[in-house]
Antibody, heavy 120, light 105 residues
Framework: QVQLVQSGAEVKKPGASVKVSCKTS????????LHWVRQAPGQGLEWMGW????????FYAQRFHGRVTLTSDTSSSTVYMELSRLQYDDTAVYYC?????????????WGLGTLVTVSS | SYELTQPLSVSAALGQTARIPCGGS??????VHWYQQRPGQAPILVIY???HRPSGIPERFSGSNSGNTATLTISRVQAEDEADYYC????????FGTGTRVTVL
């Protein structure tokens, strides 16, 4: 069965970077886009971008451009989300989610989320 | 930038029907997807391409989309349907609606 297993919670200081992993299994890793979505405490969902593991292609939401980097490792079927220059309002749960295909933006399987807390 | 607007809350009595609207400019020309998020859990896809149900989603979940409004309808509402619901589209970027809390009375 499809599984997306994310890395554990992180606490970072303002200005630092964080890298969250999402290890996938149960399907052909290179055949699907992986998206990242975040959710600040008590707030709604916010789409961040996607990575296509087959080629390494990426696409980012404008507001994260220059701060977020999505990468993939085909040898371990894992995708990574790195967010730099963290601010307090980056405190959120970060989710990885599989696209049903190539750029459909239909997210059919989700990881459980990784809480990133930005605190001094 | 494109925006999707949802009411903060919708309530329905147990066994009745809950309708959750999602508004956006010319939304009927777009493919809308809906997610359910129970407290403390990850979202789950409940409707895709405006009206299609993924396998495992109960038939009481249905969707429609016309004009400027897409609607998620939950018929015969159950206690387990109490959750937040988000609409979502692709509009040169991924866009989520503001979210609606469904309360079962």
């Amino acid at each position: 069965q499809v599984q997306l297993v994310q890395s554990g919670a992180e606490v970072k200081k303002p200005g630092a970077s964080v890298k969250v992993s999402c290890k996938t299994s149960g399907y052909t890793f290179t055949g699907f886009y992986l998206h990242w979505v975040r959710q600040a405490p008590g707030q709604g969902l916010e789409w961040m971008g996607w990575v296509y593991p087959n080629s390494g292609a990426t696409f980012y939401a404008q507001r994260f451009h220059g701060r977020v980097t999505l990468t993939s490792d085909t040898s371990s079927s894992t995708v990574y989300m790195e967010l730099s220059r963290l601010q307090y309002d980056d405190t959120a749960v970060y989710y990885c989610a599989r696209d049903v295909g190539l750029g459909n933006y239909i997210l059919d399987f989700w990881g459980l989320g990784t809480l990133v807390t930005v605190s001094s | 930038s494109y925006e999707l607007t949802q009411p903060l809350s919708v309530s329905a009595a147990l066994g009745q029907t809950a309708r959750i609207p999602c508004g956006g400019s010319d939304l009927g020309s777009r493919s809308v997807h809906w997610y359910q998020q129970r407290p403390g859990q990850a979202p789950i896809l409940v409707i895709y391409r405006s009206k299609h149900r993924p396998s495992g989603i109960p038939e009481r979940f249905s969707g429609s989309n016309s004009g400027n409004t897409a609607t998620l309808t939950i018929s015969r509402v159950q206690a387990e349907d109490e959750a937040d619901y988000y609409c979502q589209v692709w509009a040169t970027t991924g866009v989520f609606g503001t979210g609606t809390r469904v309360t079962v009375l």
